[in-house]
């Protein structure tokens, strides 16, 4: 079974902070993903990656930066956390689409309080 | 424009009745279609998925969904509900615009006793 781990599962952080959220993933895929989940606005992406070092602005970048280093694990970055930040983080990652699309794979969220 | 429509916010059913999520999507050709389900406080997981061959898809924990081309829809549905399909579901669609992966905005599915 694929295994998408979010470091924390809660997170109480201070507006100004830097805050970095944590995903690794143990199945190898190519293509990673950082979404913030808000009620009543669904999932919004905020990047994707396909490879190391690779990344891609999602819907909503401002105010967020991502790394990737090595191939499991992909981090999110707020420059300087804000109470609008507050919200359910969830990483996502999905196989190469080799003549199909692949299904993503999720970890169980961050829960991420600003004050 | 939004190229994934949930139909409905919220959905009530009686444990053991017939649950029916729907979902429409807009595309010219056939997209690769998942359905998702997310408990409280966890991630998404995996129902189902549709991926051009058959049309009736059977899924995890006694869901299954049918691709209608000609309604452009991929309604999910169990014959029975129990109380512990209380949760968020999500249809998702690929291949709409581009190669991206587009949410539909979810239904809470509650179960009543």
């Excluded at chain 1, 891609?56 to 499991?72: L, Q, T």
């Excluded at chain 1, 981090?75 to 804000?82: N, R």
């Excluded at chain 2, 991926?51 to 899924?59: H, I, M, R």
Aim: charged share 25%.
């Amino acid at each position: 079974d694929v295994k998408v781990t979010q470091s924390s599962r809660y997170l109480v952080k201070r507006t100004g902070e830097k805050v970095f959220l944590e995903c690794v993933q143990d199945m190898d895929h190519e293509n990673m993903f950082w979404y913030r989940q808000d009620p009543g606005l669904g999932l919004r992406l905020i990047y994707f990656s396909y490879d190391v070092k690779m990344k891609e602005k999602g819907d909503i970048p401002e105010g967020y930066s991502v790394s990737r280093e090595k191939k499991e694990r992909f981090s999110l970055i707020l420059e300087s956390a804000s109470t609008n930040q507050t919200s359910m983080y969830l990483c996502a990652s999905h196989n190469r689409d080799r003549g199909q699309y692949q299904p993503q794979h999720f970890g169980d969220g961050t829960r991420l309080s600003i004050l | 424009a939004q190229s994934v429509t949930q139909l409905d916010s919220h959905v009530s059913v009686s444990e053991g009745t017939p649950v029916l999520l729907r979902c429409n999507y807009s595309s010219s050709y056939s997209p690769s279609l998942f359905w998702y389900v997310q408990h409280p406080n966890k991630g998404l997981q995996l129902l189902l998925k549709y991926t051009s061959a058959a049309t009736l898809v059977k899924g995890i924990n006694g869901f299954e969904a049918e691709f209608k081309k000609s309604e452009t829809s991929f309604h999910l549905t169990k014959p029975s509900a129990h109380m512990s399909d209380a949760a968020e579901y999500f249809c998702v669609v690929r291949g709409v615009r581009d190669d991206k992966i587009i949410f539909g905005k979810g239904t809470r599915l509650h179960i009543l006793p």
